[in-house]
Nanobody
Framework: QVQLVESGGGLVQAGGSLRLSCADS????????MAWFRQAPGKEREFVAVISWGGDSTRYADSVKGRFTISRDNAKNTVYLQMDSLKPEDTAVYFCARDIAYRRAYALGSNTWQYDSWGQGTQVTVSS
C-alpha cells in the first residue's frame, strides 16, 4: 500500500525559500509520475508541479513557473519541491500525489482525478 508522507513545510517570510519532501515508505513511487498540489483555505485543490517517473520531464502551473522546482530521487523513493521567491499567495497545505498510471509515457496530468494516492499534506505559510 502506498504511503506518502510530506515534510518540510513551515512559516517563512515573503521572498524566502522552503524545500518540501515527499517520501514513499512503500517504495512503489519510482515507477510513477509524482505531483504536488496545494489547497488554500476555502479554495479547491490546485495543481503545482509534476515530474515523470524517470525524472526527465516536468510541468508547472503558471503561478509557480520560474520559482518552484520539482525533482526526485528514485533510489530514495522521494520527491522534492524547491520553492523560492515565495509569496503570501503561496500559503496553502501542500500535498504530494502518485499518478494513477504506471510509467505514464504521455502528457503529465494536472487534474486531481489523475492521481490515486495522496499524502496527508504539509502546511506552508508565507508572511508578507
Amino acid at each position: 500500500q502506498v504511503q506518502l508522507v510530506e515534510s518540510g513545510g513551515g512559516l517563512v517570510q515573503a521572498g524566502g525559500s522552503l524545500r518540501l519532501s515527499c517520501a514513499d515508505s512503500a517504495r512503489t513511487s519510482s515507477n510513477y509520475a509524482m505531483a504536488w498540489f496545494r489547497q488554500a483555505p476555502g479554495k479547491e485543490r490546485e495543481f503545482v508541479a509534476v515530474i515523470s517517473w524517470g525524472g526527465d520531464s516536468t510541468r508547472y502551473a503558471d503561478s509557480v513557473k520560474g520559482r518552484f522546482t520539482i525533482s526526485r530521487d528514485n533510489a530514495k523513493n522521494t520527491v522534492y519541491l524547491q520553492m523560492d521567491s515565495l509569496k503570501p499567495e503561496d500559503t496553502a497545505v501542500y500535498f504530494c500525489a502518485r499518478d494513477i498510471a504506471y510509467r505514464r509515457a504521455y502528457a503529465l496530468g494536472s487534474n486531481t482525478w489523475q492521481y490515486d494516492s495522496w499524502g496527508q499534506g504539509t502546511q506552508v505559510t508565507v508572511s508578507s
